[in-house]
C-alpha cells in the first residue's frame, strides 16, 4: 500500500509542473506590457540619441514611455513594474567583437545584476555596430513599429518568429521598388539587373532609399540590409523590404554569413521578390 502511495505521489509531480510551466510562459510573463511604463534608454550620444528620441515620438504607441539616461536605467533596471527599450550592441559567437547594434525590448527584474540577466521581449537589427551608414535613422519608424505589430500580435496568439508578421509579397506587385546598389550581393551583376528589373524597381544609392522612405508613400516599398561593416564568417546579415507608408513588412530574411561572405540582396532573395511582377 505504502509503495502504491509513492507511486501515485510521484505521478503527480509532472502534472504539476506542467500546470506551472503553462502559468510561467513568456505570454504570461509579458502580459502586463502594454500597460506598464517603457522606459527608452538614451545613450549620451547626440547623433543616437536624436533619431531614437524622434522615431519613438513618432511612432511608439503600444505602451506609455517615458525617456531615460544609462545611470537611470543602472537604477531601475531591478524594478519589475518597468520595461526597457534600448539599442544595443550585439556580439555574434564567433565575432571578435560587436557587429550589429539591435533596438532590445526588456522587462525590469527585482533579481538581475545586468542586461544579459533580463527578460527580452524582442531585438529587432537596426545598423551596423561600428560604423552606422545614416540610413538607420529613416528606417527607425518602420523598425519601431515592426517591434510594436510583433509585440502585439505575441500577446495574443503567443510568442513565435518575425515571419508571423511578414504579409504576402504579392501586395507589391504593382509597387515601386527602391534598392540601395550597396545592398546587392555581389553576384547581382549589370547583365541580371538589365534582365530582371523592371522600371518600377528603383536602384541607386542610401539618398534613393532614405527619400522613398521619407516621402512615405504606401505604393512604394523600401529593401534595408543590416549586417556588420566588416562581417566575418558566422556573421548575421538580415535583409527586409518595408512599405514606405504603412510600415507593413513584406520580406524578412536571417543569413549566417559564410565563407564567401554571402552579404546583400542575393539572386534568390531578388526572384523570389519579384515573383509577382510579372
Not at 178 to 199: H, T
Amino acid at each position: 500500500m505504502r509503495k502504491f502511495i509513492i507511486f501515485i505521489l510521484f505521478s503527480l509531480v509532472p502534472i504539476s509542473l506542467f500546470a506551472q510551466a503553462q502559468i510561467l510562459t513568456k505570454k504570461e510573463k509579458l502580459s502586463d506590457f502594454p500597460n506598464k511604463i517603457t522606459k527608452v534608454v538614451l545613450l549620451g550620444n547626440d547623433f543616437k540619441d536624436r533619431a531614437i528620441k524622434e522615431a519613438v515620438n513618432n511612432s511608439w504607441h503600444i505602451s506609455p514611455f517615458e525617456f531615460c539616461d544609462m545611470q537611470s536605467f543602472e537604477k531601475l533596471k531591478t524594478n519589475p513594474d518597468l520595461y526597457f527599450l534600448m539599442l544595443v550592441n550585439i556580439r555574434n559567437k564567433k565575432e571578435s567583437k560587436p557587429g550589429i547594434s539591435a533596438f532590445t525590448l526588456i522587462k525590469g527584474d527585482k533579481n538581475v545584476k545586468s542586461i544579459d540577466d533580463m527578460l527580452e521581449v524582442i531585438s529587432i537589427p537596426v545598423c551596423a555596430a561600428d560604423s552606422p551608414s545614416g540610413k538607420e535613422m529613416a528606417m527607425m519608424p518602420a523598425l519601431l513599429d515592426m517591434m510594436q505589430e510583433y509585440v502585439a500580435k505575441s500577446l495574443v496568439n503567443g510568442f513565435s518568429s518575425i515571419g508571423s508578421i511578414v504579409k504576402n509579397l504579392k501586395c507589391t506587385k504593382n509597387m515601386a521598388l527602391f534598392f540601395d546598389k550597396e545592398d546587392f550581393s555581389p553576384q547581382l551583376d549589370s547583365v541580371y539587373v538589365a534582365g530582371k528589373f523592371d522600371k518600377q524597381i528603383i536602384v541607386g544609392d542610401e539618398g534613393t532609399v532614405i527619400r522613398a522612405m521619407m516621402d512615405a508613400n504606401d505604393m512604394s516599398a523600401v529593401g534595408y540590409v543590416i549586417c556588420p561593416s566588416k562581417p566575418q564568417k558566422g556573421s548575421l546579415c538580415y535583409l527586409m523590404l518595408f512599405n514606405a507608408g504603412t510600415h507593413e513588412l513584406y520580406y524578412f530574411k536571417k543569413r549566417k554569413i559564410g565563407g564567401n561572405l554571402n552579404v546583400g540582396f542575393m539572386k534568390s532573395d531578388i526572384n523570389k521578390i519579384i515573383s509577382f511582377r510579372k
